[in-house]
């Protein structure tokens, strides 16, 4: 799928967003290695802290389904900012495709990164090189 398909994924996921507290929606989609697609969108709780980001119910719904490796995720927001994965979302993105691509999409802009360049060092109980 391409970049431009995979973005309107993420759009797409957005609607599924239930954000009452903050009032900022995100959205992901998530593409695997074997093409399948998966989308998700953050989910509030009244106990701010269960809440849930955009990118961990897309991996969690991939992984759930048996995808492993991982090609790219495009994430969307609404205006101003860009949302960028918090920490905990990069770290559970980098358990199965450190060297995956990071799309962030703020209206009509875009910046691209590889997730090793938004975590490095990161954390994994297997001996390192
Ligand atoms: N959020 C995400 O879904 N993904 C991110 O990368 C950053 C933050 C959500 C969590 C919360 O619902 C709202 O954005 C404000 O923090």
Redesign the pocket.
Known sequence: MSLDALITEARRALEG?Y?P??R???G?ALLAEDGRVFRG????NASYGL?????R?AVFRAVNEGARHFVRIA?V?DPPAW????GA?RQVLAEFSPEMEVVVVRGREMRRFRLDELLPHTFHLEESP
């Open positions: 967003s954000a507290y903050s900022f929606r995100v992901a969108a953050n989910v509030e809440t849930m980001c955009a990118e119910a994430i927001s949302p960028y994965p918090c979302c």
